[in-house]
């Protein structure tokens, strides 16, 4: 019987049990879904001047063997064999590590290639593979897989080659002629060829284009896709707002709105007089301003006759949204209240009877807002702060209180642009990128552990001042796995050091949430001077006082972390310090140090970040909302996305797009997805 692409794997010649059974745990299955597992990189076998090649890089070169090879053993079936390459007209010398059986292959005189690390300063090999002969019987490219089990390279593409041979074929092309014209780009079967067995680097480069690009498309025509059912089949609220009580709401302010702010208020004030429900992500940096932005947009919907809900993760923040509020809103005759689960029961019995007849109009809570007995008279805005901090449903709940009620989400944590573009790719994104005016900068500074003594001068001198200061530890307990500085060893010996002159306090992830909130409120009412902390210190906790923050073993954590830790402090009149305790040993994390020292710009360090650590791990976690994409990648392939962007946003309002035999492909893509089920959503 002929094989076709839904044929399972054991169709092919070789894939018996134990391979299938390997290639499984893979996710292959079918033939098609392993002609559609790429490499995830290419051995490049090109032959190299070792003149021109930097220290330690791979390298392949030929050359004639020019001394009977050495062996020795180092026990445990451990040996090392050495001899000596004339290559060009370097000698070298060239080892393999436990393949003593080469010695009987490799005699003086023979021309061979060898691959392996460059030891520029010993002329040196350690080679990871050899090639009786010259060059020219290799190819210049081999894929690389990511395997399970027992499965070798050269096994994996022997299937890869016959699964090309005998059914690629079948394969439809899923990008459009006039795309493909467009940015010049393989067809899909080149493409293949060109993923799995390039001819040269320009091939497979070419096919690693083709495949990112159309990654990306059908990403992005997902979420303009879902973007757009959103904004424009999901009815919402027209919000006509008393503009003249907005500017003089912005008049009595005691400082002026930055160009960043205006911009933001302008694009929120715009999406609030749509119909359309408003879905905007509010990013900005700590200290930006995006609480009176949020307050702006409040009172805009107050004006409207509708009322306004704001939720923050803990009541210390709740309760410091309620006394910035108030301050603003209350000279206008807006009611703003709080609930939380510390609300005793008569007055949130009060409380909910006034929401519910609109004598309320801005509530501030946590995840009091989402219990069933809460019920507004006319909801017209929910903002969420923090709102990485809420799952899917609490914030469906929250929004479910209303009609359609417009929707800001906030967050202190900046966000690349391309992660923005694919974790929060069906929002729209406004971004505060301008501090107040006369803000000071944090001074940051590294110094080393056995440079301590010096940190803790500082810092007495600061308390000394009559501020307050932060420790910040990335470990509760001693750990035998990691050599780093404990919370609670720590928060011991600085009770000792500071046992008559100043008070330390402890907090961290395992104390009850209502031991936290009260060693956090004794700190914030200056009742604590020190406190030590693992990293369960809240964003947004602002207590103006705190001036000096200390991070120990500061490698350990990465750059957006660090400046949001940093964030802690600099929040008033005085000048404050950040101190970063840190002895990194990779280049890497000796970046990220200096990194902080040299900027206090959040999105410049998040995209540093980034850079150094991928999106898969870029909040210090994994971040569910970031998809797993099998050939991009969002630092390196930002451009690609852009396109891809504006291209998804583009064909989806194309007759063409819709109707045309061409984008089939592309619009069951979408279709699969469950973002619409295939009518044109314009």
Known sequence: MAIDLKSPVTELKGVGKTAAENLEQMGVHTIEELIMTFPFRHEDFRLKDLAQTPHNERVTVEGRVESVPNVMFMGKGRSRLQFKMLVGNHLIRVSFFNQAYLKNKLKPGAIITVTGKWDQGRQQISGSQVHFGPKDAQADFEPVYSLKGKLTQKKYRHFMRQALDEVAFMIPETLPGKLRESYKLLGIHEALEGVHFPQNAMHAKQARRRFVYEELLVFQLKMQALRKVRREDEAGLAIHYDVEKLRTFFAALPYDLTGAQKRVVNEICKDLLTPQRMNRLLQGDVGSGKTVVAASGLYAVVTAGFQGALMAPTEILAEQHLENLRSWLEPFDVRVELLSGSTKAKARRALLADLATGDID??????????????????????????????????????????????????????????????????????????????????????????????????????????????????????????????????????????????????????????????????????????????????????????????????????????????????????????????????????????????????????????????????????????????????????????????????????????DEEYGPLRESLEKSGVMTGERID
């Not at 929002?427 to 803790?456: C, H, Y």
């Not at 909040?619 to 630092?635: C, N, Y």
């Open 362 to 659: 801005v509530l501030i809570g946590t995840h009091a807002l989402i219990q069933p007995d809460v019920a507004f008279h006319k909801l017209g805005l929910v903002i969420t702060d923090e709102q990485h901090r809420f799952g899917v449903n609490q914030r469906r709940v929250l929004r479910e209180k209303g009609e359609s009620p417009d929707q800001l989400f906030m967050t202190a944590t900046p966000i690349p642009r391309t992660l923005s573009i694919t974790a929060f790719g069906e929002m729209d994104v406004s971004i505060i990128d301008e501090m107040p005016a006369g803000r000071k900068v944090i001074e940051t500074n590294w110094l080393k552990a056995e440079q301590f003594n010096l940190v803790l001068q500082r810092m007495e001198q600061e308390l000394a001042a009559g501020r307050q200061a932060y420790l910040i530890c990335p470990l509760i307990e001693e750990s035998d796995k990691l050599d780093v500085q404990n919370a609670v060893e720590l928060h011991a010996q600085l009770q000792t050091i500071f046992a008559d002159k100043f008070t330390v306090g402890l907090m961290h992830g395992r104390l009850p949430a209502d031991e936290k909130d009260a060693v956090m409120r004794s700190f914030s009412e200056g009742a604590i001077n020190v406190l030590v902390s693992t990293t369960v210190v809240e964003v947004g906790v602002n207590v103006p006082n705190a001036t000096f923050m200390v991070i120990y073993d500061a490698e350990r954590f990465g750059l957006a972390q660090l400046h949001q830790l940093r964030g802690r402090v600099g929040r008033g009149e005085h000048q404050s310090y950040c101190v970063l305790v840190a002895d990194p040993k990779s280049e890497e994390g000796k970046e990220r140090m200096i990194s902080m020292t040299e900027t206090n710009d959040g999105f410049r360090l998040a995209e540093k970040d980034l850079e150094l650590r991928g999106p898969g791990d870029f909040f210090g976690r994994k971040q569910s909302g970031i998809p797993q994409f099998k050939m991009a990648d969002l630092v390196h392939d930002y451009r690609a996305l852009e396109t891809a962007r504006r291209d998804a946003n583009n064909l989806l309002y194309t007759d063409e797009f819709w109707h």
